[in-house]
């Protein structure tokens, strides 16, 4: 069974850098495109951005682009999200999720989750 543990979540400063990790074990992760989610209380689940097996990465929206940093090591069977100049809106619970298709938007399209990391900015 795939499993996925986010970890590197914390309280930080509007401003600061955080780097969230996603180790994933029990399937063969080189074989899987990754997409990292977020969700802030009161929404929806928001799609950060993902990156395929061949290391090619898609991010959401402008408010994230050249922000946010997605990269996996296949070696660690590990995903990163690396997070730089947060905002008080960055704040939520972010979920890394394994796909065997491309990169989707939507939630549906994966077929693991992990529990997710709580990111909290302060302003």
């Known amino acids: 069974q795939v499993q996925l543990v986010e970890s590197g979540g914390g309280l930080v400063q509007a401003g600061d850098s955080l780097t969230l990790s996603c180790a994933a074990s029990k399937f063969t992760f080189s074989l899987y495109a990754m997409g990292w989610f977020r969700q802030a209380p009161g929404k929806e689940r928001e799609f950060v951005g993902g990156i395929r097996r061949n290391g090619d990465t898609t991010y959401s929206t402008d408010s994230v682009k050249g922000r946010f940093t997605i990269s996996r090591d296949n070696a660690k069977n590990t995903v990163y999200l690396q997070m730089n100049n947060l905002k008080s809106e960055d704040t939520a619970v972010y979920y890394c999720?394994?796909?065997?298709?491309?990169?989707?938007?939507?939630?549906?399209?994966?077929?693991?989750w992990g529990q997710g990391t709580q990111v909290t900015v302060s302003s």
């Open positions: 999720a394994a796909t065997t298709l491309t990169i989707s938007r939507n939630w549906n399209a994966y077929s693991a």
